[in-house]
């Protein structure tokens, strides 16, 4: 079963970029472009996006 990759394998031993917010880890790799967020930010901003209109 070995030899099988796929995206995650490179981000999972890449280091995790912060938050924007809240400087909690994301689950974004830190080579991510734009702003990350971790999952309770990223949540709360989607609400906020929706709601605005």
Same mark, same amino acid.
């Given at each position: 079963?070995?030899?099988?990759?796929? &995206?995650?394998?490179?981000?999972?031993?890449? &280091?995790?970029?912060?938050?924007?917010?809240? $400087?909690?880890? *994301?689950?974004?790799?830190? *080579?991510?472009? $734009?702003?990350?967020?971790?999952?309770?930010?990223?949540?709360?901003?989607?609400?906020?996006?929706?709601?605005? $209109?």
């Amino acid at each position: 079963m070995g030899g099988m990759t796929d &995206a995650t394998d490179a981000t999972r031993t890449e &280091a995790r970029a912060d938050c924007v917010l809240c $400087g909690e880890p *994301s689950e974004y790799p830190e *080579s991510t472009r $734009g702003a990350t967020y971790c999952p309770v930010c990223e949540w709360q901003e989607a609400q906020r996006q929706a709601c605005s $209109g």
